[in-house]
């Protein structure tokens, strides 16, 4: 039932808001070939090369709509969800499954990283799934069940490298019920592992292109994390205030579901602090799933009584009220990181003309394959004359541009400048233009949708 809830939740308004600039290269990076994809693994995004495959070929079968872009990871949060309330009624009781499964789908951020396209919520499904199997090849052993359980870590790993973590929690899992089972996890897990070292590997020489952006960890960071990991601080501290108050529970029973909420922020905080910023809300999505495990058990405390019931409920109800804002927000057209895209496209589109040409920031990739990507629908669009080299063809997300781009833009009758960004004069992202654009051409237009400025210039008569 939590499953099918959260899919229903999920789907609504799916397409509403705009790609985000993440999603953009999801959408162009799948559209490539194989080969072509697997030339970007060197020099970028390794760690999300096993996703953009997969999206190459969902997409080859099913389209590119937002909506059919999204509809995986739509999926894989569902089932997150549902292996969450298995999870809860396998270590405690029905109840406590169902409770969770129903809190994870009032949380706003599982909501806003289903519709996303991108590996987060594959993460999330390979995390929990990963210490479903453990725990029943523990109890029930058997070579099937533990080869499960090792494509399940692979599988974990392809995903996304820094949901490996939750392994710690196997690892106190094994502790706690086990210890006798230490040898076959680790060379079952490890085995599982191997195949993720290149790609791992890649990643750390890719450190300065794939985390420049990430501002370094601080206390106000730390601090503001909870409420950045579920999209609402309200949510976030009823569910870590819950959380705290299982501590009562055995503790034997609760150490690899604590363990399994703690290690991915304690190891990424750490990581943050002594090597590289990687202190990032969505990629600790993964700790959902035991907070709201931990909260569960707390609601359930006690004996089973009609009060209990009635307590999990209203609570459960209160922060289904207190993620309505939450829930909202990540729906709005606009809630994702990015330009308005869609906007673009319209504004370009309501007025394009023929021989009209448009012209990006050089370097900026998310604009350009933004912009087009909603330009696809069009029937007309203006022409990107300054690609030399389209992105598909450099190895990079970036597509190479004419050193010269002056002789390209000469003559044209209407440019539409479109940058990335809010600015009183757009020609300041194009200097090397701006000479014969001022010279040549009026500004016929002008339009600052969300993060972003477009431009018209006509032809001097």
């Known amino acids: 039932m939590p499953g099918l809830l959260m899919l229903a939740i999920a789907l609504v308004g799916a397409g509403r808001p705009v790609l985000s600039w993440d999603e953009v290269t999801s959408a162009e990076v799948a559209s490539r070939s194989v080969p072509q994809i697997l030339d970007v693994i060197p020099n970028i995004d390794a760690v999300f090369g096993p996703y953009y495959l997969f999206l190459h070929f969902w997409t080859a079968i099913a389209g590119t709509g937002e909506v059919t872009l999204r509809l995986p990871s739509i999926l894989a949060m569902a089932g997150a969800v549902t292996i969450a309330a298995e999870i809860g009624r396998r270590l405690f009781t029905p109840a406590t499954g169902l409770i969770a499964g129903v809190l994870l789908c009032f ?74 089972r230490l040898r076959p996890w680790m060379v079952t897990a490890g085995v599982a592992v191997l195949p993720v070292l290149p790609i791992a590997y890649l990643g750390t020489t890719q450190e300065d292109t794939q985390l420049h952006w990430v501002a370094p960890i601080t206390l106000s960071r730390i601090h503001d994390m909870p409420g950045e990991i579920t999209g609402s601080r309200e949510v976030a501290w009823l569910l870590i205030g819950l959380a705290v108050l299982a501590v009562w529970r055995p503790a034997r029973r609760l150490l690899p579901v604590a363990v399994y909420a703690v290690a991915p922020l304690a190891v990424v905080a750490v990581v943050s602090a002594l090597i590289s910023p990687m202190w990032v809300a969505r990629y600790l999505l993964v700790v959902l799933t035991p907070l709201a495990l931990l909260a569960a058990v707390a609601l359930l405390a006690g004996e089973r009584s009609r009060a209990t019931i009635v307590r999990a409920v209203v609570v459960v109800l209160l922060l289904g009220f207190a993620a309505v804002p939450g829930e909202r927000a990540v729906r709005r057209p606009t809630a994702k990181n990015g330009a308005d895209y869609r906007t673009i496209a319209k504004i370009i589109g309501a007025d394009v003309r023929p021989g009209d040409i448009i012209v990006y920031p050089d370097g900026n990739r998310a604009i350009r394959a933004g912009t087009a990507y909603y330009l696809r629908r069009r029937p007309a669009a203006p022409a990107d004359v300054l690609v030399e080299v389209p992105s598909a063809r450099t190895g990079w997300l970036i597509a190479h541009e004419y050193a010269d781009p002056v002789p390209k833009v000469t003559g044209a009758p209407r440019i539409w400048l479109v940058i990335a960004d809010r600015r009183p004069d757009p020609l300041t992202a194009r200097a090397d233009l701006a000479p014969l654009i001022t010279s040549g051409y009026h500004r016929a237009g002008f339009w600052q949708p969300k993060s972003a400025t477009v431009a018209l210039y006509e032809k001097n008569s």
Do not use: K, M
């Not at 499904?125 to 069940?145: D, T």
């Open 107 to 180: 949380v706003p951020n599982t909501s806003r990283y289903a519709a996303e396209a991108r590996p987060y919520a594959f993460a999330c499904f390979f995390a929990a799934l990963a210490f479903l199997l453990l725990a029943g090849a523990v109890r029930q052993g058997g070579r099937w069940r533990w080869t499960g359980y090792g494509l399940s870590v692979l599988f974990l790993g392809l995903s996304h490298l820094i949901a490996l973590t939750t392994l710690a929690a196997h690892a106190a899992y094994l502790a706690v019920h086990a210890r006798d």
